[in-house]
């Protein structure tokens, strides 16, 4: 056991989005100005906006391509669920993470060596996938009564037959992260966070913090989302969030643009492998980048289900990151935002990045997927961190694409064409609406 | 790496029993029962018919800073919150001193969408169509402008921490899951967070209301709920040789932790110390826990490790002791495992007996009760413990109160997925 907090580093990375499996799929999608957001099929498409970015391979494809045990089977899984097994999936075979194939079984796991030591934070939602079989339920069980009407109860038990004891389970709000366990031979501390798409780098942060705590050496650690998703297109069109039914879906996703109309439905998952580093250093794995520092700060909303008060939060959150990276803003190469592609919100990340960029707001890229891949709830910045280091590595950031009147006090870039950069230090930073914000600070190897 | 020393300050509930935690525990010392059948609804016809219910009208805020609290899941939460800060003698912190309080809160799922669907499904599709042949296409063209729609948002219970940050003036906000293990992890996760320096003060806990018209026969499909339906009050039996499954609780329960330095410094009341606490994953089945209970086992020692507390150190284990076949055998072989020839002497209860599984608010509300036996000195029975069984040989101090000194409790949760959490109380000696 060591006795002062290690560095941590990133040794792998994991995506899957509607460009499909891996990160690269999703950076050179985006490098090539590319987004993925289409006309749904029917049902959905009746669900305003009627559009959105998803992913269309089959579950059992993808895993088919996977480190798996024979608990991975897409019957076994929501749609969170196989989100977050492809991208640990990916994000293992990228890490090079050793995989056995041990006591004669089919799975293609770690060994348990070292299972003592590794541990799984991933954030995510919980949500059927059969949404339209509790609508049928719902009105299966429902009647007049008087005036009104009431749920009977005589008609549950009936109704109920329509499930599989297994549905129950899958909507566990924690079977990602217990799906992770065995996935990823996990005996260490496995924690599922939710809500908010900064959920996915508070996993992330505290992912961090498990391993500078001395309770593992490695944790998988990331988020999902889906909001391409029925109950989640019902909650957004019946807040008035969701974008315009009304314009092309391709041009719908516009972080930071004056047309923007709302929130895009979409789904993804990303995955980082954070190792201390000594115990990377040991098996010879390659970094990716260092985790440098974590931050978060909560900010009520000036009403239930409204905006944060400003970029106050947002700014605290990204300044505690940056103190524990022992950085300063001038050190920041490259920020990823939410980007939500909502006028009113993405004003206020705007006057947040111009308070904590200052004089150089206006030369620092500011990347945002939604454009891309729509809403990918937690997923978001885990996604955006693992495009962020593919840039570090090859030294190109994707152009902004639907950015092409920016809002007013948004300062940075708004060029479509991707940028060549020494891409050294990055902020990934995730405000929300719901007033949560997290912030990381990474770092390419030796930079 | 030194760590800060952790302890407890204030304790809130809002569960079958009682709202009020010393009552509570009096009740629950006394060994008296709230399993019964249940009247949230008519559960005739179902398979399990059994549920643990706050019966009361809970006084909560109606008001939290931007957020409503409007379902009877954030009345809960929040009434539990409230109930804690105040127990602990604190105001809502503002300016810089926000940044020193955080908030871990484990949540389950909020209302009922069958509640808004119903009503929307049968005004769009008419009284006399069929719900199996109904054009969801038409359903979701029209529902999100029905009024019953805006209902859904409430679903994930989102606001439920950050309403309970509002209430200690918290910076931080985390909304975690690991199923049965929950409140147990949420506070576990708070601690550390304390011990790291990283902040003075944490409310942790969770809230969950699963006596539900879905989740009761869905979690009875699953065979994971005693049907014991001819005699309710009897259906919570852990250890006991005729267990059949658990029984659905709902309520809330958060506890107040604070760095030691900052307790004694404003002049707190300390309740009791966290001395440690040790997280493990089966890594095993989504469904069964390991059978030996290694992964159960390995937790509880790193929980004691973590506290350097001995094994034969431990007075008192409050077990998780769901009342499953399942996890009763393993975690009785668990505790053989972790305490050794010292778990034969050790009395180990089940609280669960008593209000069943509160799920995500289960660890939370045993490790309430867990501070207030080290204050009042009498270990809560395992009620309902007529028939010893063979694989299950510990005291489990059966149907009555004990009372004993106790200094050290191991708090054990274990959730469905693998994921398991100890936690370690102790009596405080400053």
């Known amino acids: 056991m060591s006795t002062t907090p290690d560095r941590v580093v990133i040794t792998g990375f994991g995506v899957i989005s509607p460009f499909g499996l891996g990160a690269d799929a999703l950076y050179e999608g985006m490098l090539a100005g590319e987004t993925r957001v289409a006309a749904l099929p029917e049902p959905r498409a009746s669900l305003r906006p009627g559009y959105g970015a998803a992913i269309s391979e089959r579950p059992a494809k993808i895993i088919r391509k996977l ?76 009647a007049r009564k008087g005036d009104g009407v009431a749920i009977d109860d005589s008609q549950v038990p009936d109704a109920i037959r329509k499930f599989t004891a297994f549905e129950f389970l899958k909507l566990m709000n924690n079977m990602p992260t217990a799906h992770a366990g065995i996935q990823g031979r996990c005996r260490g501390p496995v924690n599922t966070f939710l809500g908010t798409p900064a959920g996915g780098v508070q996993a992330i942060g505290r992912a961090y913090e498990a391993i500078r705590d001395d309770l593992a050496d490695v944790m998988y650690a990331g988020g999902v989302g889906s909001s391409v998703h029925d109950q989640m297109m019902m909650v957004r069109a019946t807040r008035g969030l969701s974008s315009s039914p009304d ?20 789904e993804g998952g990303g995955m980082l492998v954070l190792e201390r580093a000594s115990t990377a250093e040991a098996r010879g794995a390659t970094v990716k980048a260092e985790l440098l520092g974590y931050g978060d700060w909560f900010a009520a909303p000036v ?47 705007a006057a947040g990045f111009a308070e904590l960029l200052g004089p150089r707001a206006s030369e620092v890229p500011i990347l945002s997927l939604t454009a891309h891949v729509g809403a990918c709830e ?44 020494d891409v050294r230090t990055v902020l990934v930073s995730v405000m929300t609406r719901e007033g949560i914000n997290a912030a990381l600070v990474l770092r390419r190897p030796g930079a | 790496m030194s760590r800060a020393r952790v302890v407890v300050t204030g304790l809130g509930v809002v569960v079958p029993h009682g709202d009020d935690i010393d009552a509570v525990y009096g009740r629950i010392s006394r060994g008296e029962n709230e ?69 871990v809160l484990s949540t389950g799922v909020g209302p009922a969408n069958i509640d808004f669907l119903g009503p929307i499904a049968l005004r769009l599709h008419g009284d006399d169509s069929d719900p199996y042949t109904s054009d969801m296409a038409s359903f979701y063209a029209k529902a999100p402008d029905e009024p019953e729609a805006a209902g859904l948002d409430e679903f994930h219970l989102d606001t439920a921490a950050p309403a309970c940050a509002v209430l200690l003036g918290a910076a931080h906000v985390h909304n975690t899951a690991s199923a049965c293990a929950s409140g147990s992890h949420a506070i576990a996760d708070a601690a550390a967070i304390i011990a790291r320096g990283e902040a003075d003060v944490a409310l942790a806990g969770g809230v969950c209301t699963p006596v539900t018209r879905v989740l009761v026969p869905g ?73 030996e209970g290694e992964g159960m086992a390995l937790c509880m020692t790193r929980a004691l490790e973590s506290a350097g507390v001995r094994p034969d150190q431990v007075d008192h284990v409050n077990a998780h002791g769901t009342s499953t076949p399942y996890n009763d055998r393993a975690e009785t072989l668990a505790i053989k495992k972790a305490l050794g020839d010292h778990a034969y002497k050790t009395a180990v209860s089940s609280n669960k007996s008593m209000f069943g599984h509160l799920i995500h608010a289960a660890g939370a509300l045993e490790g309430c009760l867990s501070v207030k036996t080290i204050l009042e000195g009498v270990i809560p029975p395992t009620i309902n413990y007529t028939d010893a069984d063979p694989l299950c040989d510990l005291d489990y101090v059966p149907n ?27 009596r405080y000696e400053g």
Not at chain 2, 36 to 63: H, M, N, W
Not at chain 2, 239 to 259: C, H, I, K, P
Not at chain 2, 404 to 424: E, P, Q, R, T, Y
Request: net charge negative.
């Open chain 1, 67 to 142: 480190p798996a045990s024979r608990e991975m089977r897409p019957g076994t899984m929501t749609r969170y669920t196989f989100l977050s097994t492809a991208a640990l999936g990916d994000a293992m075979l990228n890490a090079n993470v050793p995989l056995g194939n041990e006591e004669g079984r089919k799975d293609l796991v770690p060994p348990w060596e070292g299972s003592k030591r590794r541990g799984a934070y991933i954030a995510s939602y919980t949500n059927s996938d059969k949404f339209d079989k509790y609508v049928r339920f719902a009105h299966h069980v429902i």
């Open chain 1, 247 to 266: 314009v092309d879906p391709a041009a719908a996703g516009r972080p930071f643009d004056k047309a923007a109309t709302g929130i895009v439905p979409g």
């Open chain 1, 303 to 349: 009403s239930n289900r409204g905006l944060p008060p400003g970029p106050g939060g947002m700014v605290r959150a990204a300044r505690k990151a940056m103190k524990a990276a022992g950085i300063e803003a001038s050190e920041i190469d490259l920020v990823t935002a939410l980007g939500e592609s909502d006028v009113e919100l993405d004003a206020i990340e």
């Open chain 1, 378 to 421: 937690a997923g978001i910045g885990p996604m955006a961190a693992a495009v962020a280091m593919l840039a570090m590595e090859r030294g190109q950031v994707p152009g902004d694409l639907n950015r092409e009147d920016p809002i007013d006090g948004y300062n940075g870039p708004s060029s479509a064409a991707p940028r060549t950069l």
């Open chain 2, 35 to 103: 399993c019964g059948r249940i009247t949230k609804f008519d559960p005739d016809g179902f398979l399990c018919q059994i549920g643990s219910e706050v019966k009361y009208d809970v006084e909560a805020p109606e008001q939290v800073g931007p957020y409503t609290v409007h379902n009877e899941a954030l009345r809960f939460v929040v009434g539990a919150a409230d109930r804690a800060i105040r127990y602990a003698g604190l105001e809502a912190a503002t300016g810089d001193e926000q940044d020193r309080r955080s908030i």
């Open chain 2, 219 to 291: 979690f009875a499909m699953l065979q994971a709920l005693s049907t014991r339906n001819d005699d309710p009050a009897h259906a919570s039996r852990p250890f006991d040789a005729g267990r059949d499954g658990f029984v659905m609780g709902e309520g809330a329960a958060v506890m107040v932790l604070e760095s030691e330095e900052h307790a004694k410094a404003r002049g707190a009341t300390i309740l009791a110390e966290l001395a440690g606490w040790g997280y493990s994953c089966d890594a095993y089945r989504l469904t069964d826990p390991q059978p």
């Open chain 2, 400 to 426: 009555e109160g004990r009372e004993a000194k106790v200094d050290v409790i191991l708090k054990n949760s274990f959730g469905f997925g693998g994921m398991n959490v100890s936690v370690v109380y102790r």
